[in-house]
């Protein structure tokens, strides 16, 4: 049964939150009330003769015509008990709504939603708020919109001990890899392999461990002349030729790099296919360049000190240092037994013996009166 009454009052409110059609000039009509459990009659025309009525249908029937086709479907699921029940709410619902103090408080309550709707449309959005920069802040955009400083409350350290503080992290940090991470590496080591003979090229990468640095892009490409695979002697000549200032005559090594491109690839590949243009170049038995001279004046000459070959430590040396410094000790050893050592202590020891005992104190004579000036008497210095 209370499904029948909760399904009454959807009805009750569907007929309430109807939209009211705009009034016009209607003809006029018999009473006709919105939730009726009659059918109402009107004349369409009043001079015209009434057609006969058919008979009324029972006060049942016209209670369930008069439904929605969705709650008719649900008032003819219900028992004859329920149905009664049904129709004495509905009845009920329909005298309260016909009543006059509703009409006026539907009225009031409308009034209300479209006055708070007509506020909130009027209020605008956000109200702009302006901030007053402060110390740390004057004279800059405040991006961030900080406003005023923060009250110190001695609650923080300074931002000088922060980055103290931050880069005692970052050192904890490292030592954490260093103790769980790195030895993990070794799984990884790989014996080395020195590069074959058909691969001259030595590339030089630079890095700054993840970190983003316009000097990453460059490479650095060197390589002997001479580990050139099919080049001949005047081939090999005439390549230095053209490699010019990049030739380093004193350990036969040409060095280029490039960075003009973005990534270490794309200058990779231009070291790469530069060097393969020289030779073919360097190949090319129409010109040799044999009238140009093999020009060195860009390079400065490094001298190479190399050790002495008579200082080098042998076997034969060695003996012969060890007789050397025996020999000079038994000298010495003679030299003592025979009394010609001189001994510095010794030596004094005898000079202060024979020196003459002086008890007598020489007394500095007194400096001359009548000085001038600002000049001061000092007192006579005793000497001993």
Same mark, same amino acid.
């Given at each position: 049964?209370?499904?029948?009454?909760?399904?009454?009052?959807?009805?009750? *409110?569907?007929?309430?939150?109807?939209?009211?059609?705009?009034?016009?000039?209607?003809?006029?009509?018999?009473?006709?009330?919105?939730?009726?459990?009659?059918?109402?009659?009107?004349?369409?025309?009043?001079?015209?003769?009434?057609?006969?009525?058919?008979?009324?249908?029972?006060?049942?029937?016209?209670?369930?015509?008069?439904?929605?086709?969705?709650?008719?479907?649900?008032?003819?699921? *219900?028992?004859?008990?329920?149905?009664? =029940?049904?129709?004495?709410?509905?009845?009920?619902?329909?005298?309260?709504?016909?009543?006059?103090?509703?009409?006026?408080?539907?009225?009031?309550?409308?009034?209300?939603?479209?006055?708070?709707?007509?506020?909130?449309?009027?209020?605008?959005?956000?109200?702009?708020?302006?901030?007053?920069? /402060?110390?740390?802040?004057?004279?800059?955009?405040?991006?961030?919109?900080?406003?005023?400083?923060?009250?110190?409350?001695?609650?923080?350290?300074?931002?000088? #001990?922060?980055?103290?503080?931050?880069?005692?992290?970052?050192?904890?940090?490292? #030592?954490?890899?260093?103790?769980?991470?790195?030895?993990?590496?070794?799984?990884?080591?790989?014996?080395?392999?020195?590069?074959?003979?058909?691969?001259?090229?030595?590339?030089?990468?630079?890095?700054?461990?993840? !970190?983003?640095?316009?000097?990453?892009?460059?490479?650095?490409?060197?390589?002997?002349?001479?580990?050139?695979?099919?080049?001949?002697?005047?081939?090999?000549?005439?390549?230095?030729?053209?490699? /010019?200032?990049?030739?380093?005559?004193?350990?036969?090594?040409?060095?280029?790099?490039?960075?003009?491109?973005?990534?270490?690839?794309?200058?990779?590949?231009?070291?790469?296919?530069?060097?393969?243009?020289?030779?073919?170049? #360097?190949?090319?038995? =129409?010109?040799?360049?044999?009238?140009?001279?093999?020009?060195?004046?860009?390079?400065?000459?490094?001298?190479?000190?190399?050790?002495?070959?008579?200082?080098?430590?042998?076997?034969?040396?060695?003996?012969?240092?060890?007789?050397?410094?025996?020999?000079?000790?038994?000298?010495?050893?003679?030299?003592?037994?025979?009394?010609?050592?001189?001994?510095?202590?010794?030596?004094?020891?005898?000079?202060?013996?024979?020196?003459?005992?002086?008890? !007598?104190?020489?007394?500095?004579?007194?400096?001359?009166?009548?000085?001038?000036?600002?000049?001061?008497?000092?007192?006579?210095?005793?000497?001993?």
């Amino acid at each position: 049964m209370a499904t029948a009454v909760k399904r009454l009052g959807f009805s009750a *409110l569907s007929c309430t939150f109807r939209t009211i059609p705009q009034r016009r000039a209607l003809p006029p009509i018999t009473p006709f009330r919105s939730f009726t459990t009659t059918l109402g009659y009107r004349d369409e025309d009043e001079n015209e003769d009434r057609p006969s009525r058919p008979s009324r249908p029972s006060p049942r029937a016209t209670f369930a015509a008069s439904l929605h086709p969705d709650d008719k479907a649900f008032y003819d699921s *219900l028992s004859p008990e329920d149905r009664r =029940e049904f129709e004495g709410n509905a009845r009920e619902l329909e005298d309260f709504m016909a009543s006059s103090g509703v009409e006026s408080e539907l009225s009031a309550e409308v009034s209300q939603a479209a006055h708070s709707v007509a506020t909130e449309l009027d209020e605008p959005d956000s109200i702009e708020k302006r901030f007053k920069p /402060g110390f740390m802040s004057m004279g800059e955009e405040d991006e961030l919109e900080q406003a005023e400083d923060d009250v110190w409350e001695n609650d923080d350290i300074s931002s000088l #001990a922060h980055g103290e503080l931050e880069q005692h992290r970052e050192l904890r940090e490292y #030592a954490r890899i260093t103790a769980w991470e790195m030895p993990l590496l070794s799984k990884l080591a790989k014996p080395f392999e020195p590069p074959p003979a058909d691969a001259p090229l030595r590339f030089r990468y630079t890095t700054y461990m993840g !970190e983003t640095h316009p000097a990453s892009r460059k490479i650095v490409l060197e390589f002997c002349t001479r580990d050139l695979p099919d080049l001949t002697e005047p081939q090999r000549i005439k390549f230095i030729k053209l490699a /010019g200032v990049r030739y380093n005559p004193q350990t036969d090594i040409v060095k280029m790099s490039s960075e003009m491109f973005a990534t270490q690839a794309q200058n990779k590949r231009y070291l790469g296919d530069l060097v393969d243009t020289l030779i073919v170049e #360097a190949k090319h038995t =129409e010109d040799m360049y044999e009238d140009i001279p093999l020009d060195f004046r860009h390079h400065k000459w490094k001298r190479k000190l190399e050790f002495p070959e008579h200082w080098k430590m042998t076997e034969q040396r060695r003996k012969q240092l060890e007789a050397d410094r025996a020999k000079k000790a038994g000298e010495e050893r003679d030299r003592i037994e025979s009394g010609a050592m001189v001994e510095g202590v010794k030596l004094i020891e005898d000079m202060l013996k024979s020196a003459p005992v002086v008890d !007598e104190r020489h007394v500095l004579p007194e400096p001359q009166s009548g000085l001038k000036g600002k000049a001061k008497r000092k007192r006579p210095k005793r000497l001993v």
